[in-house]
């Protein structure tokens, strides 16, 4: 291969950050009118390799080649220059400008901007590729696929060659990733080269031409999609071969309903209707998927039922037991303390583990006894108990620390959820919240916390699992309810839908009402 | 392909200087970049000295001598440290929860005018013990609620701490002027100076100093542990940390903030009272003459440790009894002498920026390499 062709030489590159080394030697070519996938696990070092190359970092070693030149890019500006353009998982946009003026914000020109040519223009451009997009419309009316999209076109638009999407799938339905996958192609097809970093297989296998893969910060090779399969590339980027299949043990047969939620509604401090007459029902002993477009009012549905979020309307029945039978309380209104009080073990692992279920800078012991700090009398903490718990999980969890001093903060992602979903375990809940648990875990932490959810399970656990990839939640979850827009889309038996179903439903409130089987 | 593009922006040039994060240092490396710190503070200063025609190494030699040299200097040295100490502990208790009471000062002379009213008016009422002790509660309960007052606004309706205690420093301090210009005038129509303290409602002296530095280092162990052992020391750290933790867990924000606000005003007020009725033996304008904003600095450079900000505040203490030591031997003008305590200090608060951070300079070597 000449250098003709290579978009972008990458030679050696390493960067350190204090002890980790995030990239060590790293060797990679990109070429025009191809598509190339970045696969590797979080904290390969995917991110870290592009944003050296969109100038964000400046590695400690190694050369960078652009169009048979060595070059050294310093700031993004440079790497502009260069043709190289990136787009980030968050956008870089104005909201209150249209995407016109967001896409010839910041360059050259006449002090008067002439609206309509640039709409024309830009609405050219959009058609050559495939973009669906209007050029007048302001960016704070755009749903995030249109954002991501205008993103594109700026690139496009101030001549990028080179064009770099950092895990851009994240955000969207399985409908607007395959809209993006063609136009991605389309950009090939007119010899652009693109690279797109992802940890997920499938949409390696359905957009890329090569895939490199990274483990650990060294590259362990380069494929042709065309030649190569999931099990093959999950060995690549994993070390050694694993199994992908999650487990699903069978929920009871008869249905105990451990907490219903009845029309909840919550408004936010806007004034938005963030959670819009809410109903379902949670049984002991599965798990009840929750699946959407992010900021669908997952996270407040969560904080709503732990106490944490005010609720304007509705009910939250949970069950409780006196030895005079069961019953089941309204929890609305009621405080986590309160609802602790009232004999519900409820435990949740929020979506922010380090700023809302940890605290980043204490240690294990110190983060062991958050909730129950204040058992025990008298005005001193214990601290013998949570050193004890947290020796204990240690072991019993395989988390990887120095010691239970540590700070949390130095732990990686994997050992604090483990951290943090081990002690919500360990105050033997009745029902569990989990939100995305898996979020930039790598492989085998995810199964890990895939196994300890279902050891819940089986103890006839309730469990409320919010999820992003719809993969996992239709092979792990007995059942799936949709949220769009703060509604309920849908209730849907996780074995008998599929992907493209529950897409439908994340985009559409209204549509799917009849598939309700709870 | 085209890539018809100036390259001139982009020079192969590595940068001149880079800053990276450690990722840990020993106590060792970090103590001899604080020395290294104080040797470049102390040629700096000297250089100061120099250009001001006067021989470094006798001023500071002088400087040493004016604040240990003999046993009044000693005392004089201690009673700068006790006041600068007892705020630090009020200042690193609001910091901890990420608090950022600025007010120490205020709450000083608030607990200082409630001590002074006490001793002014009501000396002949109770007998000695009794007076001090109440004067003391007094001055505790005013400072509180001066640090109180914000903290409510803060809890309730989110309001900003800084500017509140800020300007909370300026009302305590218009109403000291108040009062010297009007009802606490010692002679009407006068010299507007309140009347000197009741021998009764002064503090005692332990070893030529007043109790003040017992009660102080007394304090230091309480806050330290109140801090470390204590629930609401566990409760302090979580909320500055971050409050949605802590909401997370169950715990009442509002009362978290409130209270420890409560209890760092209350230290400042016992700082107050002991100005008032160990030091001075009046009221004044200069009655916390700025150790509430001295302490802000004690506090940081100790990283919120009681047991560190001893030391800190006593080589501060040393720092200003020094300098004024030096104005009077070697006419050296005030401003000149905290010019150079000003710079020992930034030296020593620069410092920190190199034990977190590393710079990595350009390699000597050429960059355009062959292929």
Redesign the interface.
Same mark, same amino acid.
């Given at each position: 291969m000449t250098d003709e062709l290579n978009a972008i030489r990458l030679m050696d590159i390493t960067k350190s950050f204090g002890d980790v080394l995030a990239n060590h030697n790293i060797s990679l070519d990109v070429r025009y009118g191809e598509i190339l996938a970045l696969l590797g696990e979080n904290g390969s070092g995917k991110t870290t390799l592009m944003n050296i190359l969109s100038g964000i970092y400046y590695p400690d070693s190694g050369h960078i080649i652009v169009g048979g030149e060595e070059v050294s890019i310093h700031s993004p500006k440079d790497a502009h220059d260069l043709g190289i353009g990136m787009i980030h998982q968050h956008f870089k946009l104005v909201d209150v400008l249209t995407a016109t003026e967001n896409i010839v914000l910041g360059l050259k020109g006449d002090a008067r901007l002439n609206r309509k040519d640039l709409n024309e223009t830009i609405g050219k451009l959009s058609a050559k590729y495939g973009f669906e997009i209007d050029p007048a419309k302001k960016i704070y009316n755009m749903s995030v696929s249109e954002k991501q999209t205008v993103e594109i076109i700026k690139l496009l638009y101030r001549g990028a060659e080179i064009l770099i999407l950092d895990e851009p799938t994240a955000v969207l339905t399985p409908q607007e990733s395959e809209k993006l996958f063609k136009v991605l192609r389309n950009m090939r097809n007119d010899g652009k080269a693109i690279v797109i970093i992802t940890h997920k297989l499938n949409e390696v296998l359905a957009v890329s031409d090569r895939v490199s893969i990274l483990r650990k910060g060294c590259s362990v090779g380069t494929v042709i999609t065309g030649d190569t399969n999931r099990q093959e590339l999950t060995e690549l980027m994993v070390g050694r071969a694993v199994s992908l299949e999650i487990e699903r043990p069978d929920p009871p047969a008869i249905k105990d309903a451990f907490l219903k939620v009845i029309d909840l509604t919550c408004v936010d401090s806007d004034g938005h209707t963030v959670l819009d007459n809410i109903s379902f029902t949670l049984n002991r002993g599965e798990i009840l998927g929750v699946a959407g477009i992010a900021g669908s009012g997952q996270r407040e549905l969560c904080e709503a039922i732990t106490g944490l979020y005010p609720i304007k309307g509705g009910a939250i029945l949970c069950r409780g037991e006196t030895p005079s039978g069961s019953f089941h309380e309204n929890i609305v209104g009621k405080t986590p303390t309160e609802i602790i009080k009232k004999g519900v073990a409820m435990a949740f692992v929020p979506e922010d583990r380090l700023g809302m279920g940890l605290v980043a800078s204490m240690d294990m012991v110190d983060n062991m006894m958050l909730k129950s700090y204040k058992n025990g009398k008298g005005p001193f903490t214990d601290r013998s108990t949570p050193k004890k718990m947290a020796e204990h999980m240690i072991k019993a969890l395989d988390i990887v620390t120095p010691g239970v001093f540590t700070p949390i903060s130095l732990l990686s992602g994997g050992n604090v959820q483990k951290v943090l979903l081990g002690r919500e375990i360990a105050s033997s809940p009745s029902v569990l919240l989990v939100a995305y648990p898996v979020r930039g875990l790598d492989i085998n932490s995810s199964y890990t916390i895939y196994d300890l959810l279902n050891e819940q399970k089986k103890k006839n656990v309730a469990i409320l699992y919010i999820g992003e990839d719809l993969d996992v939640l239709l092979e792990l979850c007995d059942r799936i309810m949709v949220l769009c827009g703060g509604k309920v889309s849908g209730i849907v038996d996780a074995k008998k839908t599929s992907k493209d179903k529950l897409g439908l439903m994340m985009v559409h409130a209204d549509s799917e009402k009849d598939g309700e089987t709870a | 392909?085209?890539?018809i593009?100036?390259?001139s922006? %982009?020079?192969?040039?590595?940068?001149f200087v880079?800053m %990276?994060?450690? $990722?840990?240092i020993t106590w060792r490396k970090a103590y001899l970049i604080r020395a290294l710190a104080l040797i470049c503070a102390l040629l700096t200063g000297a250089l100061i000295i120099l250009l001001l025609g006067h021989n470094p190494v006798s001023v500071y030699a002088d400087m040493i001598k004016g604040s240990f040299g003999s046993r009044i200097s000693r005392i004089e040295t201690i009673k700068i440290a006790i006041p600068l100490l007892g705020s630090s502990l009020c200042v690193a208790l609001a910091f901890k929860m990420k608090f950022w009471n600025i007010g120490a000062e205020g709450q000083i002379l608030a607990g200082a005018i409630a001590a002074s009213y006490i001793a002014l008016f009501h000396h002949q009422s109770m007998p000695g013990p009794l007076l001090l002790i109440f004067m003391f509660l007094v001055a505790v309960l005013a400072g509180g609620l001066w640090g109180l007052i914000p903290a409510v606004f803060k809890a309730r309706f989110n309001i900003n701490e800084t500017l509140f205690t800020l300007m909370f420093n300026y009302i305590a301090l218009g109403f000291i002027n108040y009062l010297q210009n009007g009802p606490w005038k010692e002679i009407p129509g006068g010299f507007p100076k309140i009347a000197m303290f009741a021998f009764d409602a002064r503090l005692p002296k332990v070893f030529g100093v007043h109790i003040g530095w017992i009660i102080v280092l007394a304090l230091v162990f309480l806050v330290y542990g109140y801090m470390k &052992?204590?629930?609401?020391? &566990?409760?302090i750290?979580?909320v500055g940390? $971050?409050s949605?933790?802590a909401? &997370?867990?169950?715990m009442n924000v509002r009362k978290i903030i409130i209270r420890t606000m409560f209890i760092s005003g209350a230290i400042a007020g016992l700082v107050g009272f002991m100005q008032v009725s160990g030091s001075d033996y009046t009221l004044t304008n200069y009655t916390a003459n700025g150790v509430g904003f001295t302490a802000i600095t004690v506090a940081w450079l100790s990283k919120l440790n009681p047991l560190i900000m001893v030391a800190v505040s006593a080589f501060l203490a040393i720092l200003q009894k020094g300098s004024n030591r030096i104005q009077t031997d070697f006419k050296i003008p005030a401003s000149a002498a905290s010019l150079l305590t000003g710079t020992i200090l930034f030296f020593m608060l620069g410092c920190e920026f190199f034990i977190t951070y590393k710079l990595i300079f350009r390699k000597g070597q050429k960059?355009?390499?062959n292929?």
């Open positions: - | 392909m085209n890539l593009r100036s390259r922006a %982009v020079e192969k040039k590595e940068p880079r %990276v994060k450690r $990722s840990g &052992y204590t629930k609401h020391g &566990y409760e750290s979580v940390e $971050s949605n933790t909401l &997370y867990a169950g960059n355009g390499r292929r």
